[in-house]
């Protein structure tokens, strides 16, 4: 059987990742891009007000936290100007979490995996053709104009799954949100941009705080 076909089989269930923050760790790398950015048009940057753009829309969350169109128009030509040499930088750039490989490889055979990111998708694909995990995944889709509830809709499509054979697994609360509007359960990784606390706030169907337990909880699925 080929591998595409292996990805439409209808008894397999989707599960749905948020990349950064739940498989790779990025988390320091973009806080540092954006907050370069954001001096760069004359504003201070938080680490804290970087995690609450991940509330909502982070891309709407950009703009107003700019709050001004030429500033924000700069602070993007920044971004994407310095985006790869800060996701490959020379201290190693981003990484997977080093338990993610092993989980990875472990569930990859048992369900449909798919990416849903605003990040770039060719630096997440390269990361993990380059773990040699790229051929795991059915479908990624990453790209800073989709809104997350289309990236969503385009998985199940692309796979005839209803929301109930559908799971995504997130870092932040704004992704819960979304996946809870469209039907989906969602487990919430404790390991990324957003707390447990905050997390809980959003009551995802789990939470998991290392692999070894999203593993068991995916089990359950």
């Given at each position: 059987m080929s591998r595409s076909s292996q990805f439409q089989k209808p008894n397999k269930k989707v599960i749905i990742f948020d990349f950064d923050g739940v498989l790779a760790d990025s988390f320091d790398h973009f806080y540092s891009l954006n907050r370069d950015g954001m001096k760069h048009v004359g504003l201070s940057f938080t680490k804290e007000q970087y995690r609450n753009l991940f509330i909502g829309n982070v891309h709407q969350g950009f703009k107003n936290f700019i709050?001004?169109?030429q500033k924000y128009l700069t602070f993007s030509e920044f971004r994407n100007e310095?985006?790869?040499?800060?996701?490959?930088?020379?201290?190693?750039?981003?990484?997977?979490?080093p338990e993610a490989l092993t989980f990875l490889k472990k569930i990859g055979e048992k369900y449909i995996?798919?990416?849903?990111?605003?990040?770039?998708?060719?630096?997440i694909k390269n990361l993990l053709e380059k773990n040699k995990v790229l051929d795991i995944f059915g479908l990624i889709i990453a790209?800073?104009?989709?809104?997350?509830?289309?990236?969503?809709?385009?998985?199940?499509k692309k796979f005839n799954a209803k929301p109930s054979e559908v799971l995504m697994i997130t870092d932040t609360i704004g992704d819960i949100l979304i996946a809870k509007k469209s039907g989906l359960k969602t487990i919430a990784a404790t390991w990324?941009?957003?707390?447990?606390?905050?997390?809980?706030?959003?009551?995802?169907d789990c939470l998991a705080s290392n692999f070894k337990?999203?593993?068991?909880q995916l089990k359950a699925f």
């Open positions: 709050n001004d169109d310095n985006y790869d040499r800060n996701y490959y930088n020379k201290e190693g750039g981003v990484k997977l979490f995996l798919t990416v849903a990111s605003s990040s770039h998708k060719n630096n790209n800073t104009t989709t809104t997350k509830a289309g990236m969503l809709n385009e998985i199940m990324g941009f957003h707390s447990s606390k905050l997390l809980r706030s959003a009551k995802p337990m999203l593993y068991k």
